[in-house]
T-cell receptor, first 112, second 115 residues
Framework: DGGITQSPKYLFRKEGQNVTLSCEQN?????MYWYRQDPGQGLRLIYY???????QKGDIAEGYSVSREKKESFPLTVTSAQKNPTAFYLC???????????FGSGTRLTVV | QKEVEQNSGPLSVPEGAIASLNCTYS??????FFWYRQYSGKSPELIMF????GDKEDGRFTAQLNKASQYVSLLIRDSQPSDSATYLC???????????????FGKGTLLTVNP
C-alpha cells in the first residue's frame, strides 16, 4: 500500500542536542513538506521541497534543516538553535497542490 | 492580513443535526479548496476537495464554494459523535515565485457533536 511514514512516533530530546525526524513516502509524489503544530496555532510550514536536491524555507525555518537526496525521503533535523522545539511535527507529500496533501502520522517531539 | 480564516469554535451541535463549517480566503486566484479532519493527537485526513463553484456532495458531507465571495463551507448532515474533531480548511497558494505546490491552512474549527 502506498503511503507516507514518519518515525519515530515519539521523540525526547535533551536541550542542546540535534535530532532528526524521518519522513519516507512511496506515493511517487514530487513535493514534500514539513509542518509544525502547536496547540491553538494551526499548521506552520517549516520547509518544503518540490524536486530532489532543492528545497525552500517556509514561515518558521530558523533552527531547522532538511535535505532531499531522494524523491522518497525528506528528513528534518531540529537543531539546538531551535529554542522551543516541543511540538507535533507533520510531514506531507503532494503530486501538486491541485490534488491536496497526504499527511504522515506525525512525530511528537518533547524536550526534557 | 490572514489568508485563510476560520472560526476557531468550538462549534457544538446535537447528534443528528447539520454542522456548518465556514472558511474565507484572500487570494482570488486560488483554484483548489480542501477540507481536512483532524482528531485530537492525530494527523489531518483529507475528507473533501472542490474546484468549481457550487456544491459537491460525498455521503453526509457537502462542500460549497463561492469564488465571487471567496467563501468555502463544509456541511455535515446527520452529525455523529465520531465527527467530533478539528476541521481544517486549505487553499492552494499561488504566490511565492509562482509555485503551485503549497497549500495555506486555516487554524481550524473544533466541532463537538453531543449525543
Amino acid at each position: 500500500d502506498g503511503g507516507i511514514t514518519q518515525s519515530p512516533k515519539y521523540l525526547f530530546r535533551k536541550e542542546g542536542q540535534n535530532v532528526t525526524l524521518s519522513c519516507e513516502q512511496n506515493l511517487n509524489h514530487d513535493a514534500m513538506y514539513w509542518y509544525r503544530q502547536d496547540p491553538g496555532q494551526g499548521l506552520r510550514l517549516i520547509y518544503y521541497s518540490q524536486i530532489v536536491n532543492d528545497f525552500q524555507k517556509g514561515d518558521i525555518a530558523e533552527g531547522y534543516s532538511v535535505s532531499r537526496e531522494k524523491k522518497e525521503s525528506f528528513p528534518l533535523t531540529v537543531t539546538s538553535a531551535q529554542k522551543n522545539p516541543t511540538a507535533f511535527y507533520l510531514c506531507a507529500s503532494s503530486r501538486a497542490s491541485l490534488y491536496g496533501y497526504t499527511f504522515g502520522s506525525g512525530t511528537r517531539l518533547t524536550v526534557v | 492580513q490572514k489568508e485563510v480564516e476560520q472560526n476557531s469554535g468550538p462549534l457544538s451541535v446535537p447528534e443528528g443535526a447539520i454542522a456548518s463549517l465556514n472558511c474565507t480566503y484572500s487570494d482570488r486566484g486560488s483554484q483548489s479548496f480542501f477540507w481536512y479532519r483532524q482528531y485530537s493527537g492525530k494527523s489531518p485526513e483529507l475528507i473533501m476537495f472542490i474546484y468549481s463553484n457550487g456544491d459537491k456532495e460525498d455521503g453526509r458531507f457537502t462542500a460549497q464554494l463561492n469564488k465571487a465571495s471567496q467563501y468555502v463551507s463544509l456541511l455535515i448532515r446527520d452529525s455523529q459523535p465520531s465527527d467530533s474533531a478539528t476541521y481544517l480548511c486549505a487553499v492552494n497558494d499561488l504566490k511565492s515565485g509562482g509555485s503551485n505546490y503549497k497549500l495555506t491552512f486555516g487554524k481550524g474549527t473544533l466541532l463537538t457533536v453531543n449525543p
